[in-house]
Each structure stands twice: as C-alpha cells, then as structure tokens.
C-alpha cells in the first residue's frame, strides 16, 4: 500500500466516523420534532359528524355515535353511552328520510380553535359547521372536539347557532360557553 492510498484510507476512516457522530441525533443543534397541526384532523372529524347527521338520510347514526365521546352521547345517562345504546337511540330519533330533489348540502367547516372547559364539557377545539343547500337558508352548528386517546379527535358538545349569534361571523366560543 503506498502512503498516498493509506492517507486515502484513513481520511475516509475518519471521515465515516464523523459521519456516524453527526448523525447519531447527539448533537444539541438539532431541532425537536414539531408537533403535527391538528386542524386537519379536527376539521375532518366534524365534517364526517355533520354529514352523518344531516346529509344521509336518514341519519348515519353509526358514524355519529362512533365520532362522539361517550359523555356526549344520548344514550349515557342510561348505558353509560355504549356504542349499541347510542345507534339504537339514534335510529329512533331518526326523521324520516328527505323528499327527495333537494339541491345537494354544501357544508364548511371553518374557525378551529382552541375552546376553554366549562362546567359541563372538558376544554378542547371548536368549530363552526355551516351547511347550505341551494335555494334554502344556510344554517351553522358549533361543535366542542375533544381528544380521546393519543390521536383521535372526538365530538364532546353540539349546538345550534341561534338567531341571537346569526349576525356574529364567529360564534364558536359564546355559543358553546352559553349552551354547556
């Protein structure tokens, strides 16, 4: 071996051993993980909540009872909000299918954020749901998420936004602290 392919040999040495320092999540420079945004999440899980409710007909009662906490669910004074209790409360409930050449139901999901506890529900995001159809009057539900788990977003706290808040762009908070 000459003495130009030895020196070839030990700066490549030393230079895959300073790779392997760099790279061993060591140093102090490097930056943590950012948290992942929830919006997307919490704007998807209202969305199917809303469709479920109001644009199947009848209402998807499986899908809602499955996006509801269990506190939240019609049947808890009764079974402790069982999954099974909810569907059939919610199948009860159920109107009677819509006639049927409605314009299709356009629903938005907007103004997420974050929502404080309140005497009844735990703190967690709201948002404002509005639906529409064409030719018919838009109306807006607010809705409390709140986190169940590590990962899954879940719906805590509905409400009607009434006449009184329907001149307010964004009701979510006043609505959902007046109605707990």
């Given at each position: 071996?000459?003495?130009?392919t030895a ?5 490549a040495a030393?230079?895959?051993v ?7 999540g060591?140093?102090?420079t490097?930056?943590?993980?950012a948290k992942p945004?929830?919006?997307a999440?919490?704007t998807?899980?209202a969305k199917a ?14 899908t ?9 669910r ?7 909000g069982?999954?099974k ?12 299918p819509?006639e ?5 139901l356009?629903i938005?999901?907007?103004h997420?954020q ?6 009844a529900h735990?703190a967690g995001?709201g948002v404002?749901a ?10 807006r539900y607010v ?5 169940e788990?590590s ?5 805590e706290?509905t409400?009607?936004v009434n006449d009184?808040?329907?001149h307010?762009?964004d009701?979510?908070a006043?609505v ?5």
């Open positions: 071996m000459t003495s130009r020196s070839l040999a030990t700066i030393v230079a895959a300073l790779l392997t320092a760099c790279s061993s060591e140093d102090s490097d930056k943590p993980a945004d929830p919006t999440q919490i998807k899980t909540y809303v469709t479920a409710w109001f644009d199947s007909k009848p209402m998807d009662a499986k809602m009872c499955e996006l509801q906490t269990k506190a939240a019609p049947n808890f004074d009764d079974d402790g069982t999954l209790g909810c569907i059939a409360e919610r199948t009860d409930d159920s109107p009677e819509a049927s050449g409605r314009a299709p356009t938005k999901i907007t997420v974050e929502v404080p506890a309140s005497d735990p995001q404002l509005t639906m529409h159809r064409a030719g018919e009057k838009p109306y809705l409390r998420l709140v986190k788990g990962d899954q977003w879940k719906i706290q409400s009607d009184r808040f329907a307010t762009a009701p979510v006043p959902l602290a007046q109605y707990s």
